[in-house]
C-alpha cells in the first residue's frame, strides 16, 4: 500500500464531501460555505496590485515582513493590550490552518492528548492526528449554548493531556465566550498544566459583548498559542494570510517547520494585510453590522419555522436543530437540496454528536437568506402535511 495508514483513515472534509454535490445545479442558494460574501475592499486590493508593478515578487522573511508583524504587534497592543515581540513572537502563515498544523507538529510528541470541544472546525482532529496526537472529545450541546464550562474542561482531562483546543467565536455554533468565563477556563488549564491552542479567526465578529483573547487573561500569555487571520474579518480568504503569537521558544519551533513547509507566505498577501490591518478597521464594522442584521434574521425566522435555534454571539453561522425532524442531518441536507435546492451542511460534519443539526451561514446576501427562509418554510410543510 503506498498510502500511509493514517492518512488513508481519515475521513474526507464533511462540508466538502457535500458540497460537491452542489457543484453544477442551478438556482440553488447556498448557505454553507463558510466564507464572506463580500469582495476583498478596493483599498485592500490596489495595495497588492500596487505592490507587484513596484516589484514586490520575492520572498520574504520565514518569519513574514517584519513590516507586517510589527503592524500585528501594534494591532494587537492598540485593540487588547497585549505586548508581543515583533521578530520572535510572531510568524506569519498560509491561512490560519497552516498556523494550527505548525502549532501541533511543534508542541506533541507521539501519543500526547489534544482535547476538542465539539461541535468543531473539521480540521482540527485530523490535525492533530497528523501531528501524532491523539484528539480528546469534549462534547459541549446546545442547552448550554455549545459552551466549555470549567467542569467539562475538568472532566475531559486525562493523563497524558498536552493541549486544550478552543475556538470563539466558534464555527459552526457561533458561540463566545466572557472575559469571567475564560478566566474559569484558564485556572482549569494552569491547574492541568495545559497549552491553549486558541482560535480566534472571528474575533472581529463578536456581536454581543467585546471579544476577550485567551493570551490577555492573568498568567496564560505564555501558555497560548494565539491564531489567528486575516480571511473572516476582512474578506480575504484567498489570499491565505493568517499569523500565530506566543511563547518565543514555541514560535521558534513554528518557523522551523514553517520554513522547511512552505518558506514563506505569498509577499503580495503579506503586502495586502499590511494595508487591511493598519486601514481596514472601517470595512470591518461595516461588514459586521451587516453580519449582525442578517444574524438576527435568520435565527427568528428559524425558530418561527420550529427549527429551534440559540442565538450566535459570533462568526457567522446559525446551528439550528433538526431534531423534531427525525432524520439525520445528512438525509435533511440532501433532500432540502434536491427539493427545495437549498444548501447547508450537515452537523454531523463538526462532531459525532452533532447528527440532528445543520449548520447554516449567513454570509449571504440578505435576499439570499429570505429566499432560502422562503424554500425551506415550504419544505417543512409538505413533510408535516
Given at each position: ?376 418554510g415550504q419544505y417543512l410543510k409538505a413533510r408535516n402535511?
Amino acid at each position: 500500500m503506498y498510502v500511509s495508514k493514517l492518512v488513508n483513515d481519515l475521513p474526507s472534509s464533511g462540508i466538502r464531501a457535500f458540497f460537491d454535490l452542489v457543484m453544477g445545479m442551478k438556482d440553488v442558494v447556498s448557505l454553507g460555505v463558510g466564507e464572506p460574501d463580500f469582495v476583498t475592499p478596493w483599498h485592500i486590493r490596489e495595495k497588492a496590485i500596487y505592490s507587484l508593478e513596484q516589484g514586490y515578487t520575492s520572498y520574504t522573511s520565514n518569519k513574514g515582513m517584519p513590516e507586517l508583524r510589527k503592524d500585528i504587534c501594534a494591532f494587537l497592543k492598540g485593540r487588547y493590550g497585549l505586548d508581543y515581540h515583533w521578530d520572535s513572537e510572531i510568524l506569519i502563515t498560509v491561512g490560519g490552518s497552516e498556523a494550527l498544523d505548525l502549532a501541533c507538529r511543534a508542541i506533541l510528541e507521539p501519543g500526547e492528548k489534544v482535547i476538542i470541544h465539539e461541535p468543531c472546525f473539521v480540521a482540527y482532529a485530523p490535525l492533530v492526528k497528523l501531528a501524532g496526537g491523539e484528539p480528546v472529545p469534549l462534547i459541549t450541546t446546545a442547552k448550554e449554548g455549545f459552551k466549555v464550562t470549567p467542569e467539562k474542561l475538568e472532566k475531559a482531562w486525562q493523563k497524558g493531556t498536552k493541549a486544550f483546543l478552543i475556538n470563539y467565536p466558534c464555527n459552526p455554533t457561533g458561540t463566545s465566550y466572557t472575559r469571567k468565563e475564560l478566566t474559569a477556563l484558564a485556572k482549569v488549564a494552569q491547574k492541568r498544566d495545559l497549552l491553549v491552542l486558541s482560535d480566534e479567526i472571528y474575533d472581529e465578529l463578536t456581536y454581543d459583548f467585546d471579544h476577550t483573547p485567551f493570551a490577555s487573561l492573568p498568567g496564560m500569555r505564555d501558555r497560548v498559542i494565539y491564531l489567528n487571520g486575516f480571511s473572516k474579518a476582512y474578506a480575504m480568504t484567498g489570499w491565505r494570510l493568517g499569523w500565530a503569537a506566543g511563547n518565543e521558544k514555541i514560535l521558534a519551533a513554528m518557523t522551523k517547520i514553517h520554513q522547511y513547509q512552505v518558506m514563506c507566505a505569498s509577499i503580495t498577501s503579506q503586502m495586502a494585510g499590511r494595508e487591511a490591518i493598519t486601514r481596514g478597521r472601517p470595512d470591518v464594522l461595516a461588514m459586521k453590522k451587516e453580519y449582525n442584521r442578517r444574524r438576527n434574521f435568520i435565527v427568528a425566522s428559524l425558530n418561527e419555522l420550529g427549527l429551534e435555534c440559540h442565538m450566535p454571539q459570533g462568526a457567522f453561522y446559525a446551528f439550528p436543530s433538526i431534531k423534531g425532524l427525525n432524520m439525520s442531518s445528512i438525509d435533511f441536507a440532501r433532500d432540502l437540496l434536491e427539493k427545495q435546492k437549498v444548501a447547508l451542511v450537515p452537523g454531523g460534519a463538526f462532531g459525532s454528536q452533532c447528527s440532528d443539526h445543520v449548520r447554516i451561514s449567513y454570509a449571504s446576501s440578505y435576499d439570499n437568506l429570505r429566499e432560502a427562509v422562503n424554500r425551506i418554510g415550504q419544505y417543512l410543510k409538505a413533510r408535516n402535511g
